[in-house]
């Protein structure tokens, strides 16, 4: 006789975040790859019920993220995700809120957002598609392409300085802040859990390619050939080491950054600067957060940044709870005579 | 031996307070009003400030001014000319002057008419010399030395003496109109109780103006006015921003839901989220956003969460949240925004009022839009319409405009508590169940259900992109697309079947209708109670719902020869109403970012109805 059922707790798989909607993104977009690491995370996030997720975003091509996950999802206006989430998370903060959202929506029309979500220290999980492009409007130039870019609407070349969207977190406050690829699976997936394990703010970048209007744009990051060159892959307390044969390594001099072959004789690997993902001070995470555009030294990709502050919905609540302590919890028929009254009889 | 002073009984009078931002005239207006209201007088308020904070002292433009009406009868309206101006230096008078009634009473501080202020308000000769103010009751005081004079024996420095000056002024005013001290002591204890040097030379400032009015041979006269005959029942004052705050309040425990107020700072508007961010002890929850927009995208994502989602701002702020507002639209979702108006375009003039904004609530927006619009007609009906904005949203899910101004947001007047059992219950059910679950399945009243994050079972995606009906799926069918633009629109139209009709006051059809809709409420009120007594008939009614408008509107129209529409605008009620009813309209517009004086709107009146005062 079964008269007993075992209360099994049932692992989800990354099909069942996968929501009943055809995904539209073009052929070979690098939106797949970051749709697909996430829906693979998300059954080993641990404690977060898949009724607990909220993905919100603006507007754009990665905006469309929410109607491919099968949890809560709110499609925003564009640029405003960040403000919409901080919504439902001080609404309530049981929920895991994320936010995919692109360098347009994030960092031109939302970028006002952006920084007072990382200055109060939100509890949300942002996911920034860079492309460096407008894909959705075909093909502008976006906050983060490069100064000469030739797009639609600069025909001879851009002419301004582009968002170092890591910077930008950083000065921001933001307490978590990592860079991927979407064309490295695991350090994608590894990034994402990472980023939902951290209690507070949590940026990652994800260098994604655009196969239509900006193909190829984070190539030498990826590619065989050249990605031992030019990627340097974070680990904390590690010697920040590249190359092929992970011979060359990064040397602080004064307060530059340079390379160093570790086999020539005047170095050592006691000479690589190691990796603190915790330091308190951003000085040293600005310094990794510049490499990107010195095109003498590598590209870091992974956690620049980790460090743990209070967050603004536990501030809030916190708050609530001390008042609620001091003063009793509210009576609205006490509180209404509580004024300077007077009686007519 | 002191001379016994007369006594005179009046009915109602005005005052206004003036003089330099600085002065600390709106603190004086107000305390003059709560005391005025303790005692049981009806009264109504008009704070009339700059948009400086601390304007050059001795400016005309630096003027602040604070206006009370208080009578023994029922009133509507802050008065149209004072019959008493107290005026604190030169410019306050020049200002002023020209409104105050013939013959009115002048109480001056002399000790401010030397040289230098008299040529800051551009006087080439001395006022009170040169017999300009001949023909009113001038009484000249020299209240800043007289203050000095009663706090030399304290420690203050005589920057800090100078800034009591202006609880001389209310003393001497307490003592004019026979007013108790008490309530005033009262509040300069609790006020400065961390700085006793602060309570001994207010008291004594205070109790000097008093005392000045009684020893005097200046004044002869002094006055009452006797209680007004209210309604009974336990009374405060209200101001027409604490009262949309409790109101909100009331509608979060009345609905049981939690209260977000997503906000950015605006006037007026801003004290509306400087009261709900004291009320933590009720789990209000204030988000000081970074901008207008992130104020209701945040109540967006709040309400999407389940709280009963608000957001306040004024005109300015309204255009920016106006993308946002159309989210709430499309993903169907309650939300109320508060927009106290103020006079326009652009910055405009911040600290005034005006109606501007109607037409901007009811059509602002792109798309096929519709957003239900109410209208608060008095500072304290603004408690009761944000109830009612509350319901409307929860019911019928989706974003409620509800409409002040900065005349009823500044303005206060006396209010009957209501007990908490009175008001309605507005108690709503998250959707729960998985069987027949679709976000966008609507009930009898078009409304979708809410289903909120943390339901096990029912997650699903919403958003701007156009949805399918039922299913909620993004949708680009053409058919769909009008099919929704049609349910959206009847959704809002068929809140018609849940609201008042339209109520008119005195005869029920006849030569002319006054029709007003919002905060001209008390001025139109007053203008034909004053005309009716005139032996003129006129019937009123007034519009709280401008979006839908009560069904019975267009009949009540058709009852009327004539329909007068005062609006402090250029006529945006008007234009609605003769495009939805077909109907001609009289127009009356006055837009100074100033509440109407009811001798305009009776002078309207008189003007339609010619010689027709029937009852005489």
Redesign the interface.
Known sequence: MADKVEAKEVKLTAKDFA?D?DVRWCPGCGDYSVLAQVQRSFPDLVGI?????????G?GCSSRF??Y?????????HG?AA??????????P??SVWVATGDGDLLSIGG??F??ACRKNVDLKILLFNNRIYGLTKGQYSPTSEQGKITKTTPYGSVDYPFRAISLALGSRATFIARTLDRDVKHLQAMIKRAAEHKGLAFVEIYQNCVIYNDGAFDIYTNKETKDDHTLYLQHAKPMLFGKNKEKGIKLDGTKLKVININESDNSINDVLVHDEFDESPLYATLLAFMAENSDLPTPVGVFRQVFRLTYDEG?EN??AH??A?????D??K???S??????? | MLKEKEVKNLAEVTVRFAGDSGDGMQLTGSQFSDTTAAVGNDLSTLPDYPAEIRAPSGTIYGVSGFQLHFSSTDIHTPGDRPDVLVAMNPAALKKNLDELKPGGIIIVNTDAFDSKNLKLAKYESNPLEDGSIKGYEVYQVPVASLTSKALEDTSLSQKEISRCKNFFALGLMYWLFNRPLEPTLHWIQVKFRDTPEFIDANTKALNAGYNFGEMTEVFTTRFTVAPAKLPKGIYRSISGNEATALGFLAASVKSGLPLFLGSYPITPASEILQYLSYYKNFGVKTFQAEDEIAGVTAAIGAAFAGNLAITNTSGPGLALKTEGIGLAVMTELPLVIINVQRGGPSTGLPTKTEQADLLQSIYGRHGESPVPVLAAATPSDCFYMAIEASRIALKYMTPVILLTDGYLANGSEPWKIPHVNELPDISVKYWTQKEGFAPYNRDENLSRPWAIPGTPGLEHRIGGLEKANITGNVSYDPDNHHNMVKLRDQKVKGIVKDIPDLEVDGDQEGDLLVLGWGGTYGAITESVIKVREEGYRVSQAHLKYLNPFPKNTGEVLTRFNNILIPEINLGQLSKIIRSEFLTPVIQLNIVRGLPFRTSDIQNKIKEILGGKNNGR
């Open positions: 929501s909607q019920k898949k009724e607990d997720i909220v993905w919100v975003s507007i929410p109607y996950m099968n949890t809560y999802g709110f499609h925003g206006i405003r403000a919409i989430a901080t919504g439902v998370k001080l609404a309530n049981k929920l006002n957002h920084i007072h809030v708050q609530i008042i609620k001091k003063k009793g919890e509210g609205l028929e509180f209404l005579f004024a300077n009254t007077w009686e007519v009889n």
